[in-house]
């Protein structure tokens, strides 16, 4: 899945999970939690619709790490060409 | 006879709650436990359970009426109930603790008398109702604020603290649960604070005074662990809820009760039992917090555990600095209980834990 296809993934889930964030609105070169009231537990949620949606789990060790939504999104592009494979 | 169902406290200063919806109607038998209505507080909605079982003869009270705690909000018919209590073996009780013991409307099979042949005398029915009483929950109350000032000023006034801290290396129980989350279905992907929850009531099991309450001048150990879990809302203020019976779950059980309690937090559907019903406390400042969290314990708890923010710092291993993620572990608990000897070996048992996930299967 190329970052393009993922972004948009990743609008659906927030339309789901925080309605009132304008996703297009995001910099996703930015913290997400500064610009978007998402805590914890929004985010754990993200993370799940993500795998069910792009089949890529994410270790809470690289949940940790993400800066911003960029990387989460690079990493499971890159994730989900091993699994194409 | 006619039971008048009165509008609940849900904690100190609460003088009126918001009836939003009720969840009976005229005619239904309800069963004690059973949810009747949802009350509004400023801050949240809580589901109110019947402590009577009963016909509902009348719904007094209105959707969207605000009325005053203590006034009848309905009114049932507990005909079956005090039969079956009639039909119970008698309970010696003498005529001033039974007199009390009505007005309460306090089961008297719970109790266990000091008198002479097991008599209930009213010593007895006024320490059980001091215990029973729920402690002025810092939450779901008209001015919550107002309200976390009352209880913690109570609770520093009253409490004599004393803190510990460990930090621990999470780097382990990364490993452990990645493995774990690579072979679970998404939906039941566990969550970092349930596994770590998992080690505190573990470690609890072992250090049985830490979970209870201080009253009376005494402490009560509790069996079951109700684990209350405090949450930030997104709308303001604290919520601190309960897992209830806590030390009976398995770990997949533990994370989808966590999951659904926060889910209910933010629905405003928790349950007051589960506002006022807590053992012992868990504080986690989450991603976004503080390294370290000393809590202030909620009467009449005696003790709280804290957790930082996980992050990562150098740790050193066989001589060797790396870079690992560690969480500064807190336990602030009343020293009426216990001392810091028996806290730091609490706080080791936690961290040996956390070490060793396997443990937690």
């Known amino acids: 899945m190329n970052p393009h296809e993922i972004k948009l993934i990743l609008k659906e889930i927030f339309h789901e999970i925080a309605p009132e964030v304008e996703f297009n609105h995001l910099d996703t070169s930015l913290p997400l939690r500064e610009q978007a009231d998402i ?47 | 006879m006619k039971y008048h169902v009165p509008m609940p406290s849900l904690g100190a200063d609460m003088d009126q ?8 109607k005229r005619g239904d038998e309800v069963k004690k436990g059973q949810i ?11 589901e109110i359970e019947s ?5 509902v003869l009348e719904l007094v009270g209105k959707e969207g009426e605000e009325l005053r705690v ?28 039974r007199k009390l013991a009505a007005q309460m409307h306090v089961d008297l099979s719970t109790i266990k008398g000091s008198g002479s042949d097991g008599q209930i005398e009213l010593k007895d029915l006024e320490s059980f109702v001091n215990k029973g009483v729920p402690p002025p929950s810092p939450t ?43 072979l679970l279905p998404p939906v039941e992907r566990l969550m970092v604070p349930s596994v770590l929850m998992k080690g505190i009531i573990q470690a609890i099991k072992k250090y049985p005074m830490m979970n209870g309450y201080y009253v009376n001048g005494a402490f009560e150990a509790k069996e079951s662990v109700n684990l209350g879990v405090a949450i930030s809302l997104k709308t303001g203020g604290v919520l601190v809820p309960a897992i209830m019976g806590a030390h009976v779950m398995d770990l997949a059980r533990l994370n989808s009760s966590f999951t659904d309690l926060l889910t209910r937090a933010r629905k405003s559907e928790l349950k007051n039992s589960e506002l006022t019903e807590g053992t012992i406390t868990v504080t986690n400042v989450g991603d976004l917090g503080s390294h370290e969290v000393f ?11 804290g957790l930082g ?48 996930p396997s443990l937690l299967e």
């Open chain 2, 70 to 97: 203590g006034s009848t909000i309905a009114i049932f018919d507990v005909r079956d109930e005090e039969k079956k209590t009639r039909e119970a073996p008698r309970v010696k009780i003498s005529p001033a603790a």
């Open chain 2, 140 to 182: 779901s109350v008209v001015n919550i604020r107002e309200a976390i000032a009352k209880a913690m000023s109570r609770s520093k006034k009253e409490i004599p603290h004393y803190y510990l801290k460990t930090r621990i290396s999470l780097d382990a129980l990364f490993m452990w649960m990645d493995e774990k989350n690579k």
């Open chain 1, 39 to 85: 805590d914890s537990f929004d985010f754990y949620r993200i993370i799940v619709l993500l795998n069910e949606k792009t089949g890529v789990n994410v270790p809470d060790s690289k949940v940790a790490e993400f800066k911003n939504l960029e990387q989460l999104i690079m990493y499971i592009s890159e994730e989900s060409s091993h699994l194409e494979i």
């Open chain 2, 36 to 46: 009747i209505a949802t009350v509004e507080t400023t801050k949240s909605a809580v």
């Open chain 2, 295 to 305: 809590g202030i314990i909620f009467p009449p708890q005696v003790a709280l555990i």
């Open chain 2, 17 to 24: 709650g918001k009836l939003m919806a009720w969840k009976i």
């Open chain 2, 51 to 55: 402590f009577r079982e009963g016909k």
């Open chain 2, 309 to 356: 923010r996980i992050h990562k710092a150098a740790v050193e291993e066989n001589g060797l600095i790396r870079s690992g993620f560690i969480i500064d572990v807190s336990l602030s608990a009343d020293h009426r209980v216990t001392d810091g000897l028996l806290g730091s070996r609490f706080l080791a048992q936690i961290e040996k834990i956390f070490l060793n």
